[in-house]
């Protein structure tokens, strides 16, 4: 019972672990089969498996393919789920059936497959085939064909030893049909060209004019083609690198080509002749039966000039110096086989005036490009110093015996900036804050404005100390903040540097532009502590009071005030009486009958930040007069002795007696 368990569960699991890589089978040459049998993989391996097929398939386990040839093709799949460890695998072999001739006249010609009968000058020629298909087919193939290509009847045949067949054709090219059916009847062809005819012949004519200046366009008659076969291909090369033509018989009359560079430092092989600094076009007539080819050379080619220079800096300040660097192409010249380059280049610049240069100039002295040879040359590097400003424009004039080229660069060339501010207030009480109107205007190139740099600097104050900050040194509306630390006014100058930015590197320039403006800070006023106060009992005429201060603009204005209240004074709860004509720093109250207390404040009209400052109380106290009872009348003995006894009341606590005349 355990023997027999074993093996049925083995059983199981093989089938369950089983890999069907699908029946072979046999299929003509381009047709397609899916690969895989049913099911491909046992329930064994799980859900995802990895499998691979030798093709490179890991993502169908059933792929499409449609070899060329008879291929094996081989599933692994790894072990999972309950298969054991290890790897299995499956071979499935597609058979293909192929199409084949084969024949003594059999050839590659162009990268394809050519039956060629070479013969005279238009004769016809016959050619052999034979079956080629592999024997071990011959069970599977029903029929076999051939179209000949040339309109004549078919060759068809059931039989695989079917006689080897001839043809006869005209001269001429031909596409040749070989056709098989196999199982299924499927079919698979095979085509071959088929080529009758002699080796073709060429010849090229000169267009003349073959010295010249690039670009030059030169049309090459195409010759000696008349007796060519059909089939026959033509390949035309030009020495310039240029990509090759080819040409199918018939050849056209001609063949057209612009060559756009200079021969010069080229080579091209005429005959047994190597030209030196030269072009040639070769044309090769070639077929299956050979070839022949044909030269025009040499061609001799100079080049024109072409100007270039470079103005760096191309935005400059008055009195300062750009330079012009020539970065021409010169060009070339052939004459005969020697090549050289005999360009001439001079430079103008205009306007006229405003500028100066330690290089050369050089000139045409009146003569036209073409007799370039009579002009006096330039310097290559031309440094330009401009003293005025204006935009300058500077040609460069290149030619050589191909004519002539011109180059032109603008340098612009500016004033320094305006430089100009006002600053919103010029004086004030510290703190002080001070905003500005920046109205610098930048210099302009080509009506554009340039960006300006602004740099703000502040510096220390003069008449005592104090400090400043600004919001932002670079900004272009910046706000300062001034602060007097001492007792006396002092003044800041605030300057701004103005640096307009060039267009071409972002950097500034150095024509830059100085303004300043002066600020005032005052110290706020420190008003000094009134006197103690004046006190009497009873009304009384206080002395006059001074409010002594320091610091603060000049030309105070002056306001005493009165009250008999002495909390918060000067507030809204208790804001004293305006004292009519009290105006300057000194008053002289009147008689007061009762305590009253005097404030002065000092204000400043149309000074920023300087607003008003309040006195401490000077003070005028009256105390009440005390009321007094020396006691009762009282008659004595001489020598004898009274007591006396007072009593007060009222006034201010505590009170004093004094007895006139003096007791005894």
Known sequence: MLLALVLIS?????????????????????????????????????????FEWSNGVTNDLTPTVAPNSTTTYTLDVENSGTCLVGNYSDQVTVTVISAALSGAQLTTFNGASYFVQCTTAGANGLIFVSNAVDPSFNNLVSNYAINWGDGSPNFTTTTDAWTPQNHEYAPGIYTLTYTIIGPNNCTTSRTYQVFVGNSPAVGLGSPGNTEGCTPITLTFPILNTGNNVPGTI???????????????????????HTFQQSSCGESVQNGSVLEQNAFGVTIQAVNPCGSSSATVAPIRLSEPPSASFTANPSTVCVNQTSTMTSTADLGSYVTGSTCNSNAVMYWTVSPANGWTTSGTLGSSNGFAPVNFAGWTPGSNTLPLTFSLPGTYSITQHIANGCGEDTYTETVCVIPPPTCAFTLNPTSGCSVLTVNLTN???????????????????????????????????????????????????ITFTVSLVVAPINPQTGQPMSCTTTCTQQVIVYPSPVLAPPPA????????????????????????QFQWYSTTNSTNPGTAANPGTAISGATTNTYDPPQVNVSTYYFCVITYTGVPNCSSYQSGLFQAIVHPLPTVNAGNNATICSTSTANLSASGSGGTAPLSYTWTPPQV
């Open 10 to 50: 083995t059983s199981i699991l093989e089938a369950q672990c089983n890999v069907n890589a699908g029946t072979n089978i046999t299929i003509c040459a381009g047709q397609s089969v899916t690969l895989g049998g049913n099911p491909v993989l046992g329930n064994g391996f799980g859900n995802n498996p990895d």
């Open 234 to 256: 033509y390949n035309v090369v030009f020495s310039d690198g240029s990509p090759t033509i080819t040409l199918n018989h018939p050849a056209p009359a001609n063949i057209t």
């Open 439 to 489: 109205t610098s205007q930048p210099p302009s190139c080509n009506n554009v404005p340039l960006a300006l740099q602004y740099t703000w600097t502040v510096s220390p104050p003069t008449g005592g100390t104090g400090t400043s900050t600004i919001s932002s040194p670079t900004a272009q509306a910046p706000t300062f903040t001034f602060t007097n630390t001492g007792t006396t006014n």
């Open 533 to 556: 106060p004046q006190v009497s009992c009873g009304p009384f005429n206080p002395n006059s009071f001074t409010l002594s201060f320091t610091g603060g603009p000049a030309n105070p």
